[in-house]
């Protein structure tokens, strides 16, 4: 192996520890990941389940005990598959509210902060932006759910109409 920048040889030093400031997240740290090292002292981490390892960072983030910092805010929105817009929408807020709460300027509101942690903890990313939006605004008359559940290998799986 070569090194991306310089192209000189690598060495890999196994079961290290990085700091990992993805998103701007200062305070993260990996622990026994492969990192390689060139000789003019480029390196390379090797970070496998990187989606896991995002989903499990944020998870983290909706949990801890004090305020949501501006960097967790984005990185978190970020992890939801979210533009500033497609948040701001989604929390029913101005898109100027969201950019306020991520540089700082404006702190988010405890019930705000709360549905994001909710959302982080519940949602899965967005990959398919043509799927239902359950944050759309719905229209037309009230009625009831028609519903099937089926039980398939332990798990309940359900249709609506």
Request: proline share 4%.
């Amino acid at each position: 192996m070569k090194c991306v920048d310089c192209g000189a040889p690598l060495k890999v030093r196994h079961n290290q520890t990085v700091a990992y400031d993805f998103g701007g997240l200062p305070d993260v740290a990996l622990r026994g990941i492969d990192v390689r090292v060139c000789t003019n002292g480029h390196s390379e981490y090797v970070i496998p389940m990187i989606e896991d390892l995002h989903r499990v960072i944020a998870q983290a983030l909706s949990t801890k005990h004090t305020r949501v910092t501006p960097a967790e805010i984005r990185f978190m929105r970020k992890r939801l598959g979210w533009s500033q817009v497609d948040f701001a929408h989604r929390m029913g807020v101005a898109a100027e509210s969201v950019s306020r709460w991520e540089s700082g300027t404006v702190l988010m509101a405890p019930t705000a902060e709360r549905l994001l942690r909710m959302m982080v903890m519940v949602l899965e990313p967005v990959n398919d932006y043509r799927r239902f939006d359950f944050f759309a605004r719905l229209g037309g008359t009230r009625r009831p759910a028609r519903m099937q559940l089926i039980r398939q290998a332990n798990e309940w799986k359900a249709t609506v109409a």
